[in-house]
């Protein structure tokens, strides 16, 4: 049976066509959840996916935070499902208590849309499991205004002390570098991790590099590996 | 000219002429009250009646294989292996004057409904920028500082606006001239993509049906702007001008695209037309008109930001992101309900009737009661047109002193106008939608055409120092330029739409400019197969007495034969062969060496062969579908020089180029004669390219070898990898501070 993922849709959403069509790329069965919609019945993977929820007038993914759809997602995350939130789901889920931190505006103080580097930082959660090495370096895009990781000290040193952070931004080598630190990240995080490992928030965009035609393949390991951990263990 | 204002009729202060007044008034066979002479003063207006272009567009080539639409409909409709692609440029120049965030917000947000009221979902910006010269660039001025404000809005507008929308900004150009400080372009182009039995127009038929208003409120924001801003120069009071412009709201733009677009896939509508310039005013008559039948609005019903608002301001007003649809009764209630489920406001404002009159009531009292076809049939100017003495056109021929040509090209690579673009377009969410092959950066950006194996390229220029020189001949150079740009990434160019921006068209030097730059641009786009597929123009692109260079936009879009892959500008391989496509003569006039390094501006222009063009793109086609060429990127701006700069700044290694044996360096290296690329291949390919070029005629001439970290050219002080890139990565970023 092949899963079938949830791609939430707030008004302002962008890339929920492209989490749909990405993970459609990598055989899963896909359905598009409009933010009113609660009845997540069959579903196996939810996705938050990028763009501007509700405009983002508010704090980025503070409006969002609130709609109907977000009680189930709890729901279904303490239920110890897969979650990931892209870029503005990422947002989302830091507003909806789901994640620790927050995302600032970019230290440049501009919208950036550009490759990046980002290293793996664990393997133990299900977007890292399969196929990935740690300090394995994946190039995956970034387009966001909002996307500097905040959180205070006590919260990093947990988040490091229990390896809760899956991604970090590098140079090409694997080394953490200012000059890689697109968006001035804290602890240079690019994806962390809650408690359980079940829901993951990253600013990177997998879903752009998944068909080689529009973007390189590295984006393909992680929405593969939640695929991957779906799969029954083998006896 | 304050103190005569209150002496002034109302209908001059409202911009239309007594000669207009007289007409309105035969019209109606009555004095027109307030409400209608609003009405009339922004459909009569330049912006939206092309009073004085319309005569001289009439010629233009407008027919060819590929076109579904023509000019007249809100974008123009080309047909591409099966599928619709709706195409289509506007202005936003003075609103982002005046205000550039919100002035370029908004331009984005007008141009996108354009192609949503066409039916289809937009599916790529690009953008066409001009300014005055920035600060630390070659002719800045006391204006510096406040272009490159303006330069900083703009993107920042373009990029708030586009991003939130998720509607890719792929490509586009951005060009510094003095003759811009008074006066910046800002013009949008915007790509969108139906199926062909899914092409909506702007028709009110079947008299009885609803007449519903979608998307935001409307306010008292942008009232007059089509005749305020966008049909009149610019004095020294041009920021009192400042509540004229609208402000955007991308949020709603995003839901009224979806809900436009939903209402039209399930069949809930049969009409369809976006609210611009001159607002429900505009939208309501022209549906009507081109249906042939009439329109009562109750504007009671129009859902208002303020209280107490008057009858032409709900009808005049530019309020954004708001789309009038016309619905059959009994599906009213399915598409209001679907609206609301998207949480986009629907209202109903009205009935289609078969009056053929545009008749609006409030308080159960008519306000304006006009023939729906007369506001827009407006006057037809045939405005005198003179060129000027040769000696009035304004040029600067003083050269200063020149530069080595090692230190000129690090100089060329540094300007504003050919360095990297990057810190504009790292800005703008370029990849959305998951269709962008080549972005930014690109000679054209290339796109995969939804629902379909086949992809689209697509570029926009235009060039106004050329368009100064000469004005025919600079739009011939750009419509060559664009149709180079497509042929350089291997599509063959199928459809232009553009936008000719110009001064004050009363002004008969202007004029004919205008006239010239019109017959330029369809000459060439006949000669090279491109059908217009529409156009945008702007005229009073002018601050007091100085009108703008000459400037016509050219959008061109081309198309690329199944798995063809285009090679990339950087430099791939040590020891590729570098190889000029094309002969090169000494034509240094109106180039950006005259620009950057003597800071002139004189002709003649380069000769422009566009049989050589069409040559040279079948040969560039022909060797990318043949899989050929390890780079290429086309020959224009910045020369020769240029051209290898950027591929050795974009690659991975360095050059040895030994120029033409005989040539003088600095004009073999800068001229921008037209018809050339520049291309890399394998040692081994280079006999078949020789074949293919032989065989048509094509001259070629073997430049040198990829090679090395640094760029040498005989004749000159060799050029370091690192210096290059640094000049061309941070030129342009350094400028914007």
């Not at chain 1, 990177?204 to 590996?225: N, Q």
């Not at chain 2, 289509?88 to 917000?105: D, L, T």
Request: net charge negative; glycine share 12%; proline share 6%.
């Amino acid at each position: 049976m092949k899963p079938t993922v949830g791609v939430v849709v707030f008004p302002g959403s962008n890339c929920d066509r492209d989490a749909n069509y990405s993970f459609d790329y990598l055989g899963a069965g896909t359905r598009f959840i409009w933010h009113l919609e609660t009845d997540l019945e069959g579903i196996d993977i939810i996705v938050l996916p990028g763009g501007f929820a509700y405009g983002d007038y508010l704090r980025t993914g503070a409006m969002a935070a609130y709609s109907p759809v977000m009680n189930s997602v709890k729901e279904f995350a303490a239920s110890g499902k897969p979650v990931i939130g892209i870029c503005n789901g990422f947002q989302v889920l830091c507003e909806a208590g789901l994640l620790p931190g927050a995302l600032r505006r970019n230290s440049g103080l501009k919208f950036r849309c550009m490759p990046v580097k980002i290293r793996v930082e664990t393997l133990d959660s299900p977007f890292t499991m399969g196929g990935m090495w740690p300090g394995q370096v994946l190039n995956v895009p970034i387009a966001h205004f909002d996307g500097s990781y905040y959180a205070d000290d006590e919260t990093l040193e947990e988040l490091i002390a229990s390896r809760r952070i899956a991604f970090r931004y590098c140079d090409a080598g694997g080394e953490l570098t200012d000059e890689a630190n697109p968006n001035g990240s804290r602890q240079h995080i690019a994806g962390v991790l809650n408690e359980q490992r079940n829901v993951l928030g990253m600013m990177p965009h997998p879903e752009r590099a998944v068909d080689p035609a529009v973007g390189g393949t590295d984006g393909r390991l992680i929405l593969a590996s939640i695929l991957y951990s779906l799969q029954p263990a083998e006896s | 000219m304050a103190g005569t204002a209150a002496e002034e009729p109302l209908h001059r202060s409202l911009g239309l002429t007594d000669d207009e007044y007289e007409r309105i008034q035969q019209i109606l066979g009555r004095v027109p009250n307030h409400a209608e002479l609003a009405m009339y003063s922004v459909m009569w207006s330049e912006h939206c009646s092309y009073k004085s272009s319309r005569v001289h567009l009439k010629g233009l080539p407008s027919d060819g294989p590929h076109v579904l639409i023509g000019p007249g409909e809100g974008a123009g409709v080309i047909e591409v292996d099966g599928v619709a692609v709706a195409m289509r440029i506007e202005s936003h120049n003075h609103p982002s004057f005046v205000e550039p965030v919100q002035g370029a917000a908004t331009g984005i947000g007008g141009v996108v409904r354009d192609v949503v009221s066409m039916g289809a979902r937009p599916i790529a910006l690009l953008d066409s920028l001009r300014f005055g010269n920035l600060p630390g660039d070659t002719g800045a001025d006391s204006t510096a500082d406040r272009n490159r404000w303006l330069t900083d809005g703009v993107v920042h507008g373009i990029s708030s606006y586009g991003n939130c929308i998720g509607v890719p900004t792929i490509g586009g150009e951005i060009k510094f001239e003095a003759s811009y400080s008074g006066n910046p372009l800002v013009n949008v182009m915007c790509v969108g993509v139906v199926p062909i039995d899914g092409i909506m127009l702007a028709r009110a038929p079947g008299p009885g049906n609803a007449v519903l208003l979608l998307g935001s409120t409307t306010g008292r924001d942008g009232i007059g702007g089509v005749s305020v801003l966008a049909s009149a120069a610019f004095d020294e009071q041009a920021a009192t001008k400042r509540p004229s412009v609208q402000v955007g709201d991308p949020f709603t733009e995003k839901l009224l695209i979806e809900g436009s677009l939903s209402l039209i896939e399930k069949g809930l509508v049969v009409g369809i037309q976006d609210l611009g310039g001159a607002g429900l005013c505009c939208a309501t008559s022209e549906s009507a008109a081109n249906a042939g039948t009439g329109m009562t609005l109750d504007l009671d019903q129009v859902p208002l930001r303020e209280r107490n608002m008057e009858p032409f301001e709900i009808l005049t007003s530019e309020s954004q992101e708001r789309m009038l649809v016309i619905v059959e009764p009994a599906k009213v209630a399915a598409a209001i309900d679907e609206c609301t489920r998207l949480g986009l406001r629907a209202t109903r404002i009205g009935v289609v009737t078969d009056t053929e009159r545009l008749i609006c009531t409030q308080g159960g009292e008519v306000v304006a009661d006009v023939p729906a076809a007369s506001l827009g049939d407006g006057p037809v100017y045939h405005r005198p047109f003179t060129a000027p003495a040769p000696r009035q056109v304004k040029t600067v021929d003083a050269p200063g002193p020149g530069l080595p040509p090692d230190q000129a090209l690090l100089k060329l690579l540094g300007s504003a106008n050919l360095a990297s673009k990057r810190w504009v377009w790292e800005q703008f969410d370029y990849q959305v939608m998951l269709n962008t092959v080549a972005g930014p950066g690109s000679d054209a950006a290339i796109l995969r055409l939804p629902g379909t194996e086949t992809r689209i390229a697509v570029t926009v220029d235009g060039n106004g120092r050329y368009g100064q020189i000469d004005p025919r001949e600079g739009a011939r150079h750009s419509v060559a330029e664009a149709y180079r740009n497509l042929c350089a990434v291997g599509a063959e160019p199928v459809a232009v739409t553009n936008c000719m921006n110009f001064g004050n068209p009363e002004i008969p030097e202007v004029m004919w400019q205008f006239v010239e730059a019109v017959q330029g641009m369809g000459d060439a786009c006949r000669t090279l197969q491109t059908p217009i597929t529409g156009g945008n123009v702007s005229f009073y692109n002018q601050t007091l007495n100085e009108a703008i260079y000459p400037t016509p936009m050219i959008g061109m879009i081309g198309v690329l034969k199944p798995g063809v892959l285009a090679p990339p500008v950087g430099l791939q391989d040590e020891e590729d062969v570098l190889v000029l496509l094309g002969r090169t003569r000494d034509e240094l006039g109106g180039s950006e060496y005259q620009r950057t390094i003597l800071g002139t501006l004189v002709g003649p222009l380069p000769e422009l062969d566009l049989n050589a063009e069409a040559s040279l793109g079948w040969l560039l086609r022909e060797l990318i579908t043949r899989n050929l060429l390890k780079s290429a990127h086309d020959c224009s701006e910045g020369g020769i020089g240029m051209a290898l700069a950027e591929m050795v700044a974009q690659g991975r290694f360095g050059a040895e180029i030994r120029p033409e044996p005989g040539r003088e360096l600095i004009s073999w290296l800068f001229s921008e004669t037209t018809a050339r690329a520049v291309v890399a291949v394998a040692r081994g390919d280079l006999a078949e390219l020789q074949d293919l070029a032989k065989g048509i005629g094509s001259p070629v001439f073997e430049l040198g070898v990829a090679k090395g970290r640094q760029l040498t050219i005989r004749g000159m002080e060799d050029i370091q990898l690192r210096d290059i890139k640094a000049a061309y990565n941070n030129g342009f970023s350094q400028m914007m501070g």
